[in-house]
């Protein structure tokens, strides 16, 4: 019995820590623009913006990704201040029949972050890791978000204010 408890304890106990994912093509949340451009490839025109809000985006519909984004349908940066604070990719749908079950495992293995962090509703799969979050979904195509929620709310408080 002493086992089982220490086994379910465990398991309950298991952190998600999502401040320094690699996996996601070696970007990691607060990188400037020009360290994304220097590992996504110099192709990409990513530029070098340090002030305020700056969204890069890239589609692969027409011509395949290159290189490290193989597989990827479109990528959006966005960064605030100098600093990314949210990915969000939208992968090729490779596999017609791919559950979120099977989307949030194998992202799971990739990321190496526990499945069990992930909670799903409404086929969204979402990890809260307290400052950083990761979201997935398979509606259209698999779809994978991670965001530094703290400068995510900045952003949006300042285009609030900016629509009055």
């Known amino acids: 019995m002493l086992v089982l408890m220490s086994a379910i304890g465990g398991a309950a106990q298991e952190k998600c ?23 996504l490839g110099k192709n990409l025109k990513i530029k070098n913006k340090s002030k305020g809000e700056y969204i890069f985006f890239q589609n692969y519909i027409e011509k395949p990704a290159p290189g490290s984004l193989v597989g990827v349908r479109a990528i959006y940066l966005r960064f605030f201040d100098g600093g990314l604070y949210q990915i969000e990719v939208f992968y090729e749908n490779q596999n017609n029949r791919q559950t979120l079950a099977d989307f949030v495992n194998s992202q799971s293995a990739k990321l190496a972050l526990p499945v069990s962090v992930w909670q799903t509703e409404n086929n969204i799969a979402r990890a809260d890791c307290g400052e950083v979050s990761l979201v997935a979904d398979v ?26």
């Open 139 to 164: 509606i259209l195509n698999p779809h994978l978000e991670l965001s530094d929620e703290t400068v995510r709310a900045k952003v949006e408080e300042i285009r609030q204010k900016n629509k009055k």
């Open 17 to 39: 820590v999502l401040t320094n994912v690699k996996g996601l093509f070696g970007l990691n949340l607060k990188m400037s623009p020009a360290q994304a451009k220097s590992i």
